[in-house]
């Protein structure tokens, strides 16, 4: 089921737990990566090993919890947010989960909660209290909660109201915010794509053509889906209906020096 | 879509919307332009966009200033709200065999004649603009310093808004079936949207001009070639002018968002309506570009594209009345230089459909002169 609602079950969190004897002896990481990518932050950012070192960048990461002091150095590293810190000795009935948290506005230390659990769904109450945002976080802050000890395999994020008419205030970009960036190698912003979009052009080659979107570096692996589905929403269809432009050789940048040294076999049609 | 227009034009390239552009402004009225896919799709999107003025033959001389002239005022002219990126940088045409240097002695001299301020320089110059040029086989160069390149999106972009200001329409995704024609007259043109009923097709279709005269009736001696560009990524500003070859056939110029485009030409190439990617191109051309300007190996290609030059016998354009049809024009056969030479094609073609009197030497570039030999073989050409 993972794979198609991206929620993890509980025999998926059992597997990357540690032991209960682990948790009775205070604070650790729970990695719940489950997705083979290419990506090792939380290995390099261990200072105690406690993180294997990767054979191979897609490898899912291998946590030896005995040599993990729970520092939670790893968690606001994790691009994907998938570390908390997990302590089963704060107190007699409460656990503290230490979460990374991106959405604004931060809670206050002290307020009560609502925790959420892995799908989303309100399941009690949480106390925060801790509240880390420095810079050396890189903009994940940490948020320490305290729950009942027989949610801490359940909780795993929490919603700041109550409120759940209010349209999701803290991923909403306010009125100052930059738009976000579309395309790196030149510049693009979600704020220019619609422009143009209600300007007519409205497909990828013409967006191209006029904005140099997909003409980088990157040669649009990173921009062209992105506005193929801002694309979808404006034009109502689908992306599979959606002509994705032309993709051109080279696969790869390569140097005009390399190419032209090139002495293999004669390059044919 | 319009059921009826005074006058269809056929092509949303630089010509085409050059030609509705003129058009509307000296005075006609109900004119459509019909474009397969979208604006600048075909050769005009994926040229190398440059512009000269350094030609052997005076009607290109003449033509080409008048296309300088207009876009170095484009923006306002066309009361466009962006830019059209007209970095005049020069043209740098390197010379490399005495026959060459005869010929360019030549074409200095008419184009000197004809107000355009080109010089020949020595390869200490030539250095001076390009400090890492190899000139090792080389012999001299020519320079003008008011050629350069241009954006050809933003241009075809900037007539293509003002045409519709002043009141042309513009159908997209259009594509062309066929051309009626009655008693020798155009009646019509069918798409695949429907029909409009015209007494006048302007044929401005680029790499497929031959195959919508075919549709009218119409014979042009004309094929299509595809020619091959590469593009690297975008650097700091290293090539103001733009380079040119005769003999190695190549041009090379730095855009002003900082890439390098470059291609050359090659017998090899198909002459068929097909743009795929040729493979062998990139050895070929980072070969030739690397020998003349060696720091180039350390440029990485981006992508390579291609597009189609509609080739005439002399590989000049032409600019005509079909002789079997009344009311079939065509301006095409650019060989390579539609892009550059778009708003003559534009001042040209109005002054033939609207009977104006000529002020560029258009009368000279219609189809008879394949039938009386006096062709007109421009000598400066890759």
Known sequence: MLEQTGIPEASDINGVFPSDERLAKGPVAVIECFQRIPCNPCSTACRRGAIEAFDDINDLPKVNHEKCNGCSLCVSRCPGLAIMVVDMTYAEDKALLKLPYEFAPLPEEGSSVTALNRAGEAVGEALVVKVQNTPALDKTPLVSIAVAKDLARTVRNFRVTDDTSAESPGILRGDEAPSPMVCRCNDLDLDNIRDLMKKGFTSIDEIKRVSRLGMGPCQGRNCIPLVLGELSRFLGKPVSELDPGTYRPVVKSVSLGAVAEYDGEALTE | ?382
């Open chain 2, 1 to 382: 879509m319009n059921k009826t227009a005074d006058i269809v034009i056929i092509g949303g390239g630089v010509s085409g919307c050059s030609i509705g552009y003129y058009l509307l402004k000296n005075g006609a009225k109900n004119v459509v332009i019909l474009e397969r896919d979208y604006l600048s799709a075909g050769a005009t999107g994926r040229c190398g966009a440059g512009i000269r003025q350094q030609w052997g033959l005076e009607l290109n001389c003449r033509m080409s200033k008048f296309s300088c002239e207009f876009f170095e005022n484009a923006v306002s002219e066309l009361e466009f709200d962006g830019d059209v990126e007209f970095h005049q940088g020069g043209y740098l045409l390197l010379i490399s065999a005495e026959a060459e240097l005869e010929q360019m002695k030549k074409n200095i001299a008419l184009q000197n004649s004809l107000g355009i301020a080109s010089r020949l320089i020595t390869l200490d110059e030539a250095k001076e603009i390009v400090p890492y040029l190899n000139t090792d086989n080389l012999l001299a160069a020519a320079f003008h310093q008011k050629d350069g390149h241009l954006n050809p999106f933003h241009t075809t972009q900037a007539f293509a808004e003002a045409f519709k200001r002043l009141g042309g329409v513009i159908e997209t995704r259009t594509a062309v079936t066929g051309v009626t024609v009655s008693n020798g007259r155009i009646t019509g043109v069918e798409t695949d949207k429907g029909t409009i009923q015209t007494g006048t097709v302007v044929n401005a279709a680029g790499g497929y001009a031959q195959g919508i005269a075919k549709m009218a009736g119409v014979e042009l001696p004309l094929y299509s070639e595809r020619h091959n560009i590469l593009v690297t990524e975008p650097v700091e500003p290293l090539l103001a002018p733009m380079v040119m070859s005769f003999s190695l056939n190549l041009y090379c110029q730095q855009s002003p968002h900082g890439s390098f485009v470059m291609g050359r030409t090659d017998d090899s190439q198909p002459r068929d309506l097909r743009v795929s990617a040729y493979s062998g191109f990139p050895e070929l051309m980072s070969r030739s570009v690397t020998g003349l300007m060696p720091p180039l190996k350390n440029l990485r290609m981006l992508r390579q594209w291609a597009g189609l030059y509609n080739m005439s016998p002399d590989k000049a354009a032409i600019y005509c009345e079909a002789p079997n049809v009344s009311g079939f024009y065509t301006a095409a056969g650019f060989s390579g230089h539609g892009f550059m030479m778009a708003p003559a094609t534009g001042q040209s073609m109005t002054e033939l459909i609207l009977g104006l009197t000529p002020t560029l030497p258009w009368p000279k570039m219609g189809l008879d002169r394949f039938e009386t030999g006096e062709l007109l073989l421009e000598p400066s050409v890759v």
